[in-house]
């Protein structure tokens, strides 16, 4: 199937690992140009080189924080001044600390908040004026199966993920008429860096391995494994597209049936 992604410009923030860079590296196969960023330079030009060395289109590595409104507005002018304009946004970053509510102060939440909710609307901001202008234009957020099903001992992401789902769904009306659609994914429980750390550390909590505990989520997945990022990355390339131009406001999981609800 042609997506139609070839010559599109996507952002596709925190992508130097996991789900980020697995979308990246997808888009990059289908034709896309990218700006990727991650907080460190060094090491966004070492993914940059990497992933147009294996798809042949031209990739641009940026530092930014995308918890920082300053980073943000940089990040985006910057993308368009080297290639013109967005087609297409991946909103993304890190995941805050686990823990229960009684672990986080104020400044936490409000780290988190600016962390998952206002990188989410900032960087929406930013792109849109020129997605309006052009009558096109793809926003795609990473959020998480939390959103639908709470995860224990994630009360921060479980949360601000929503909020995030709650702010994208009002928007994707207000903007459909000019051609854009917005979406949230939801990763499930993932092979990603982020997810063996959580695994490490709840392991080491309750006194066992990290394997003994990812086995404990696999026997919750219907599929009885946890996903890989390229499966994750299949839905997200889809989800941008030429091809699906009539989905907006919705939030799909990818999480082998982990979610019970009917909707």
């Known amino acids: 199937m042609d997506l139609g992604l070839k010559n599109k410009v996507a952002l596709v923030a925190a992508a130097s690992r996991g789900l980020g860079r697995a979308v990246a590296e997808e888009l990059a196969n289908e034709g896309a140009a ?80 600016r962390l998952l909710l206002y990188s989410s609307v900032n960087m ?34 479980n949360s601000l993920r929503a909020g995030v789902t709650g702010f994208a769904r009002t928007l994707a009306n ?21 997810v063996e750390e959580l695994a490490t550390m709840m392991a080491m909590k309750q006194g066992i391995s990290p394997e003994e505990f990812v086995a404990r989520w696999e026997k919750e997945i219907p599929m009885r494994r946890i996903g890989e990022p390229r499966e994750f990355a299949a839905l997200a390339a889809f989800l941008v597209s030429e091809r699906a131009s009539f989905i907006t406001g919705t939030s799909i999981p990818v999480d082998g049936g982990w979610i019970k609800s009917l909707m």
């Open 174 to 194: 207000e903007v459909a008429p000019f051609g854009i659609t917005i979406n949230n994914i939801m990763p499930g429980y993932t092979r990603t860096e982020r």
């Open 34 to 113: 990218l700006v990727i960023c991650a907080r460190k330079q060094e090491t966004i030009d070492r993914v940059a080189s990497e992933i147009a060395a294996t798809s042949g289109v031209k990739v641009v590595g940026l530092a930014a924080d995308v918890s920082n409104p300053d980073d943000v507005k940089r990040l985006v002018q910057s993308s368009i001044d080297q290639f013109g304009h967005i087609d297409i946004l991946v909103t993304n970053s890190g995941g805050p600390p686990a823990g229960p509510f009684d672990a986080f102060d104020l400044e936490q939440w409000e780290a988190a908040t």
């Open 124 to 157: 929406a901001r930013a792109v849109l004026p020129q997605m309006k202008e052009r009558r096109w234009g793809r926003i795609l957020n990473i959020t998480s199966i939390a959103v639908k099903q709470p995860v224990d001992n994630l009360i921060l992401s």
